[in-house]
């Protein structure tokens, strides 16, 4: 996931001198070009991992995260024989998704001569084999639209790669057999994988995939990596604190961006109780980092064209956001299904006693 914390806070005198004061920029540290290349061959390692896996599940007929040997992250069987080649197509697929996002934001950086790190990938055994990436902004912003450009280029450059991959590989999904045991993990689809299975079954790509529910479907890891992207771009745009979503608010509206911080805080929590206990981790999240935000200018204020863009990028949470993105059939998912939980567990302990 993309953030773009400042390591200080600037006061708006400190950004905009009207009386022709020199800018003083802070001097940045030499960037460190091995640390950034050890983390992204780290991460390209452990993405290759889980997606050997993937890829063996999917060439079996097996559900995607399908783990027989109970291992969430095989390392030993990966690295037996040519497996790990197995991983090439899911870990190259994410890894550009990822990248496409970050380098959304360092090339606006670039264009405007903002001080900002390359990208920090983040290796770790996870379903998906990282953390995602981020990069960090070293300088001030100058203007909202310098903060509203750099915000939103991540998102479009992740979600339009994203959208490419998901069209190519869709119709790669296999239909699971009749009968079948609902797998260990299903993945929450969200509305554009909706929309580009009609399409692709519109024009004659996908008739395998026709009518089925995607409950009922066996992802290639291609796709599955495009729904990776998705749900991080959702994840990127929720409106609050320093996600990129709260970088866009902030940008249109300085005044509304603690409101819709908090709002956006109001909303995770029923989420949470009703659909995915993670989105309570998401809601802590944006309450330590969402109260604050590194300082603009107020003037000028961004043009009609990017709240055009503000509006395409409320658009793209809409098409990528799920409620439930991850569940475990036959287990809890929610807070208010551990709720449940505890209270029959003291409901028994009463009766034994």
Not at 121 to 128: D, K, M, R, S, V
Not at 186 to 192: D, E, M, R, S, T
Not at 234 to 246: A, E, I
Not at 286 to 304: D, F, K, Q
Request: glycine fraction near 8%; proline fraction near 8%; charged fraction near 10%.
């Amino acid at each position: 996931m993309s953030t773009q914390n400042s390591p200080e806070v600037y006061l708006p005198s400190e950004i905009y001198a009207p009386d022709g004061v020199e800018l003083s920029v802070p001097s940045s540290a030499k960037p460190r070009y091995w640390f950034h290349a050890l983390l992204l061959l780290l991460t390209f390692f452990t993405t290759l991992v889980v997606g050997a896996r993937l890829q063996m599940n999917y060439s079996h007929g097996l559900p995607p995260f399908s783990m027989e040997d109970g291992d969430i992250f095989p390392i030993t069987w990966a690295l037996q024989g040519h497996n790990l080649l197995l991983g090439l197509p899911f870990s190259l697929t994410l890894m550009l998704i990822l990248l496409a996002h970050e380098m959304g934001h360092y090339l606006l950086c670039v264009r405007y001569g903002v001080n900002a790190t390359l990208p920090f990938f983040i290796p770790f055994p996870t379903l998906i084999g990282t953390l995602g990436a981020f990069i960090r902004i070293k300088s001030p912003l100058r203007t909202r639209a310098v903060l509203f450009d750099i915000g939103i280029a991540g998102p479009i450059a992740g979600f339009l790669v994203a959208l490419t991959v998901l069209a190519f590989s869709l119709g790669l999904s296999r239909v699971a057999p009749a009968g079948v045991v609902p797998p260990d993990i299903q993945l929450g689809y969200p509305l554009v994988f909706h929309l580009i299975s009609k399409l692709l079954v519109a024009i004659g790509h996908a008739h395998g995939i026709a009518n089925v529910p995607f409950s009922n479907l066996y992802l290639h890891p291609v796709a599955i990596a495009a729904w990776v992207g998705m749900f991080a771009t959702s994840l990127n745009l929720l409106p609050g604190g320093q996600l990129d979503g709260g970088h866009v608010v902030f940008a249109v509206s300085p005044r509304a961006h603690k409101i819709v911080s908090r709002l956006t805080i109001l909303v995770l929590i029923p989420l949470a109780v009703y659909f995915w206990v993670g989105w309570l981790l998401w809601a802590v999240l944006l309450r330590i980092s969402g109260m604050r935000h590194p300082s603009v200018p107020i003037l000028p204020e961004v043009n009609a064209g990017r709240r055009w863009l503000a509006a395409f990028a409320l658009l793209m949470l809409v098409l990528t956001f799920s409620f439930a993105p991850i569940s475990l059939p036959d287990h809890r998912q929610s807070v208010l299904e551990y709720a449940q939980m505890f209270v029959e567990y003291l409901r028994q302990l009463h009766i034994a006693r």
